[in-house]
């Protein structure tokens, strides 16, 4: 774990004017742009990013182009991009101080969770993929003896990245890492208000031995670059995480343009289900408000929709409100903060607005509803709890993305399954109970990418991430992950 001497070594880091990543090199903005980078610590401009448009996404893409067709990384023998790989997630380890900082001081999250979830989570996924790609067989189809039937696995070609700001590095190398372990040539495009960490990794993978041109990286806004990349005619795929409106719009582009697939990974509005029978109301309690005010509520899968079974409901909510208080809010790059910034001073009054909202709908405020720690000039909210929430307000349907918690209760099984399946999302979810059986049924019949049982969130590089219904499709993770990075081509041999 980093250390509190090397955090504020690290936190007054000049960093300047940042280039665009394209064909190895750090280049200026076509436009010579640049937009300002301000932290969410105390709202001061700590750097800039070049401001990309579509000249530089088509420059991006062309180079990316260039470098598949020239085939020192799409047809390298798979041993190759393993040992690149390899020294890729080595040299991510091995910077991780630096880019837990770079990422903190961008985007806000408390350095004890950006420090495991951002380099470290990214080191490990491109070592799995990187571990993966020499295992990964082609087939012979179980044809007649007069033909040969093969199926090959090939890269896709250019695949495009577009990323949020919650946690760009690891939710990133969800992506850049299987794209690559499978041959493919990358363009990035990170959030406009967290970019700083993606840079720096197409650095560390130029350093790494990645061939120019195989991981570009443009900034710019995402009305602007994202756009371009998700209309550009020589873009095989686009894989996507961010808010639903974008996704949306990601599908037209493909239909506008040359149907490059879309993989969507979008919101949720995930119900965190506490029967009566679970094995420790108290460790409940705390992991539940962990699982949704860690990163400010700005987790995709976080538990934000809280459902409690009647018997134990004042119980929980007593040990839910002490858990919430302990939290500590404050400076996200000192250790002891519990919570760190909200992403940006938007984000802080889009949430704030929620919390008026659920007021006017006749939500009870339990605990929190305000801004904090003005003083500093960032941007800090306290941990919300409304309860009384009814299905039918805003703070029940609708993702905040924020530190918002609205509470529900309930008396059956049926009622339960019935209140967490009742959003347009299906991305998370959890159940808190003592009986097998009733783990199992819910897991059954809780709509949603992942069910957790006695527990929130944590889940590895080993399984799927991804939701249902308007979650999205698709999934991050797993050797799942590689198959949507990899084309599947027949040849069919008169013997
Ligand atoms: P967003 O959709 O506003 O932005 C996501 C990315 O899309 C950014 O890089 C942005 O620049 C880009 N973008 C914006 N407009 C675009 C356009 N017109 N064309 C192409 N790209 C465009 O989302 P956000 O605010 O950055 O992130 C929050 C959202 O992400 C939440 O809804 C959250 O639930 C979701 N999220 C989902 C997961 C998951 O795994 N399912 C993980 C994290 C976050």
New binding site residues.
């Given amino acids: 774990m980093i250390s509190q001497n090397a955090i504020e070594t690290l936190r007054k880091t000049e960093i300047g004017a940042q280039g665009l990543f394209i064909d190895g090199v750090q280049v200026e903005a076509t436009s010579g742009a640049s937009l300002p980078v301000t932290s969410p610590i105390d709202g001061r401009p700590f750097a800039s990013i070049a401001d990309g448009n579509a000249a530089d996404i088509d420059r991006a893409v062309k180079s990316a182009r260039k470098a598949f067709e020239k085939g020192s990384w799409s047809r390298a023998a798979p041993a190759f991009r393993k040992k690149v790989l390899t020294k890729f997630a080595e040299l991510v380890e091995k910077h991780a101080d630096e880019l837990a900082v770079l990422g903190v001081r961008d985007n806000g999250t408390e350095i004890g969770m950006a420090y495991k979830a951002e380099p470290l989570s990214a080191a490990g996924t491109i070592r799995y993929y990187a571990e993966a790609i020499d295992k990964v067989y082609g087939e012979i189809a179980p044809t007649a003896e007069n033909v040969l039937g093969l199926i090959h696995k090939e890269p896709l070609g250019v695949v495009g990245v ?6 760009p590095l690891m ?1 990133g190398a969800w992506k850049i890492a299987p794209a690559l372990a499978a041959g493919n040539c990358v363009v990035v ?5 967290a970019s700083l960490t993606l840079l720096r990794l197409a650095e560390l993978a130029s350093e790494a031995g990645l061939p120019a041109g195989v991981l570009n990286v443009v900034t710019g ?3 602007v ?3 371009a ?2 209309l550009h005619m020589d873009v095989d795929a686009i894989a ?8 949306r ?2 599908l037209e ?1 493909s239909a506008r343009s040359n149907l490059k697939r879309v993989f969507l ?4 509005k995930s119900p965190n289900i506490v029967f009566a029978d679970a094995p420790d109301l108290k460790q409940t309690a705390v992991v539940s408000a962990n699982g949704i005010f860690r990163n400010s509520g ?4 976080a538990g934000s929709r809280l459902l409690v079974q009647s018997a134990v409901y004042d119980r929980f909510m007593d040990e839910l409100l002490s858990a919430t208080m302990r939290l500590k809010v404050g400076d996200p790059l000192d250790l002891t903060s519990d919570v760190g910034a909200v992403s940006s001073a938007e ?1 802080l009054d889009k949430n704030l607005g929620f919390v008026a909202r659920a007021t006017e709908e006749g939500a009870r405020l339990v605990t929190g509803g305000q801004r904090m720690l003005t003083e500093t000039g960032g941007s800090y909210m306290a941990p919300t709890i409304f309860e009384n929430v009814m299905q039918d307000m805003q703070l029940a349907r609708e ?1 905040v ?1 924020g530190p918002v918690l609205g509470v529900m209760r309930f008396e059956t099984e049926e009622e339960a399954v019935r209140l967490a399946n009742s959003t347009i999302y299906g ?1 998370a979810s959890a159940v808190w109970t003592a009986n097998l059986s009733t783990a199992h049924r819910m897991v059954r019949a809780i709509n949603a990418g992942v069910v957790h049982v006695n527990t929130y969130g944590g889940a590895d590089i080993t399984v799927p ?3 249902v219904k308007q ?2 499709f698709g999934r ?1 993770k797993s050797l799942h992950a590689l198959e949507k990075y990899l084309e599947l081509k027949a040849a069919w041999i008169a013997l």
Avoid: H, M
């Fill in positions: 577009i990323v949020p700001w919650n946690f939710i495009k990170p959030p406009e208000i806004l995402g009305a670059t994202g756009e990349l998700g996507f995480t961010g808010s639903g409106p974008v996704g719009r990601l582009y990974e979008l919101g949720g700005q987790v995709c899968v984000q993702e993305f991305l991430l991804g939701g979650s999205g991050d």
